[in-house]
């Protein structure tokens, strides 16, 4: 062992010295040459870590053929492209189904069904076999407990929304709107009274393609004030929510207090969907909700679904809105002030 390391410690003294005396190692290529001004014959050769010109064909080639490639597959396989997040967007605001929701938005009644169960609405109306712009709600299928709103969701509760149909009565200039049907819902869209009465003058106008009414409907109707009783028993005590609700409160003569209503057509928020003035409850579900209803004959019920929704969506913009019109507790003259000790 002695023997072996004493002559590789010689062998590496002998290399040592012989590097030293060679210098240092020369370079493989020589100094690049630079052309002088005028001669473009004379290029710089190209330095050490430069690619050689078959690297730089053949990395050339593998782009080229790369993008020969991605095109090809782009072609061929066009429906297997991942949508843009707007496309994505827009599709799950409609539901997961694209090619089963874009055929048309959903009813209000359908939107708070879905949004209830945190389902998209597509996925439900496809689940329970039904269209988009159903305006049933099959019985038992919300009735779940809601601790935020208390008890069944399909009892009263505390929030409803109501609306109301009218007919033409009268001719010429006497020619007015009489009360055809009321339809009030809960916080969750479940109707809890829809009621046709009967006008005590006679109908000349019954309005079907818009109010949706027809003479049929007078078969089971009540009268005037059997809708205006069961009505005023309902709104009793509870926040009211309506679009221009004064006109639907006026045709049933039943007042309510003012700090109980919330009326979409008021909201200021509302209103720049119509550049300033009273917005129809038609263009915002359509622009705030997403949602198609009037589209024909109208539906107190939807009609009185998509108040509700909106309500929902903007709760506590309503309840900050109504907190600065009509004060909790109104400050009386004086209060605040601290009564001055008389000193000994």
Known sequence: MATTTKALSSNWEILKKRLDADGPPKRKYAEPIVAPKGDKKLKRRRSDDAPSSSSATGSKKTKTSAIATLKKKSTTSSTTVKPTTSARTAADKMGSDSSYSMKQPPSASLALWAEDNDIPAADLAKAYNLPLNTTNIPAGQAALDDPEEGGNRTELGKYIAMD?????????????????????????????????????????????????????????????????????????????????????????????????????????????????????????????????????????????????????????????????????????????????????
């Open 164 to 344: 109301c149909e009218m007919v033409g009565v009268g001719e010429g200039e006497r020619e007015s709107s009489a009360l055809a049907r009321v339809s009030i819902v809960n916080f969750h869209g479940h109707c809890v009274l829809d009621l046709f009465v009967k006008p005590k003058e006679k109908v000349t106008d019954w309005r079907t393609w818009v109010s949706g009414v027809s003479p049929k409907d007078m078969e089971h109707a009540v009268t005037f004030e059997e809708a205006q009783k069961k009505a005023a028993e309902i709104m009793d005590g509870r926040i009211l929510v309506g679009h221009a609700i004064k006109n639907d409160l006026e045709c049933l003569l039943i007042g309510h207090p003012k700090r109980d209503i919330r009326d979409t057509s008021r909201h200021p928020d509302f209103r720049k969907y119509s550049k300033g003035r009273t917005p129809g409850l038609k263009k915002l579900a359509k622009e705030i909700l997403g949602i198609e209803i009037q589209g024909g004959q109208h539906s107190s019920i939807e009609d009185a679904r998509a108040c509700m929704l909106l309500y929902r969506r903007f709760k506590e913009d309503f309840e900050r809105e109504n907190q600065i019109r009509f004060p909790l507790h109104a400050k009386k003259p004086g209060a605040g002030k601290k009564k001055k000790k008389n000193k000994k």
